[in-house]
């Protein structure tokens, strides 16, 4: 009886080893994938479009770059 409950622990120790390992492969996957890239209107940086701060006059790196760019400083 014991050597079946330690089977059962060893079995459910492997079950759930496969399973934490099946979710990492699935978060790297998603990490992997290409993003789209933009560049900042006045200083020309490429970054990724999530990153990017998009307003009426264009995209850029930042606020400081959005408000020297409207005010013609470039």
Do not use: N
Request: glycine share 10%; charged share 25%; proline share 3%.
């Amino acid at each position: 009886m014991k050597y079946l409950l330690l089977f059962g622990i060893i079995m459910g120790v492997i079950w759930w080893l496969k399973l934490s390992r099946r979710s990492g492969d699935d978060q790297q996957a998603t990490l992997d994938e290409p993003q789209t890239m933009v560049r900042c209107l006045h200083c020309g940086l490429h970054l990724p479009s999530d990153e990017a701060l998009l307003a009426q006059t264009g995209i850029y790196c930042g606020k400081e770059h959005r408000d020297l760019h409207e005010r013609g400083h470039v």
